[in-house]
């Protein structure tokens, strides 16, 4: 059985306004390789929280070594107050990796804990549940006993609902103490195509074209992230074609998919030049 891996942020919940502190030390003079009371001097916040929550900006894809990486400085010159969809949409995206982000996949899912399981195991089986036939599901793959499993994915959750979190994302929807995934409002095409170039990079990378097959069914890949289905996604990935970010060859089986990106960066900076 696998940990669950969600006690990171101890009892604080994700709130942008705290995410954007931190994000802001870290562009500072000496990032966020300072002593905990300059830290708390800096971002003002608690001792308990300072920690937990640079652990939610490092998960969220915008921290790494003390420092922005480079979509956290692209954040940070763009949408300082973390108020864009676009950002929404990244920091989801590096969340339901856990604590893992990009690396070489593991054998499933669920050994990178609570998050991964959620998003690329349950949803796409359950597009429809309640908290606890998540919880119970849950119960059967983590060595946490029932109890703590309620306790700690009530912080994914209310990671996808609350105005102050990734809500306007709609990722994750709560109507009527039923949860839906599917009705999300999707982003633009050049976030989408970072998205497919960061994946790429991870499973494909030597590769100059790759069976649009795999692509649609990509582990851990596109499909989940965004909440849709194999069929949904490849219309998104036609769009993807209009603009150029990459060439389909559909003329004789098997349908191929050819990358025209240069750099991921370039299409995450076109991602909010697009969206305004």
Known sequence: MSNLQLHFNGNFPFKKIEIRRILQAATEENGLNDSLENLMARTSLGNAKVGRIKSWATRAGLIQNHRPTPEGEMIWRIDPDLESDITDWLMHFYLSFGDKGLQKLADSPAAWGGWPYLVYVFLPEHPTFTATEFIEQADSVFKEDYQVIARRVKFIFRAYTEPQALAACKFLVLENSQYRVG??????????????????????????????????????????????????????????????????????????????????????????????
């Open 183 to 276: 009705y999300s409002r999707l982003p633009n095409s050049y976030l989408l195509g970072y998205f497919l170039a960061k994946l790429w990079e991870r499973d494909f990378q030597s590769e100059g074209s790759v069976l649009t097959e795999s692509i649609l069914n990509q582990k851990m890949g596109l499909a989940p992230v965004l909440g849709i289905n194999p069929e949904t996604l490849q219309g998104e990935l036609n769009s993807l074609e209009a603009y150029g970010i990459i060439e389909q060859r559909r003329a004789v089986p098997p349908f191929q998919i050819i990358p025209r990106w240069d750099n991921p960066l370039v299409l995450l900076e076109k991602a909010y030049e697009y969206h305004r």
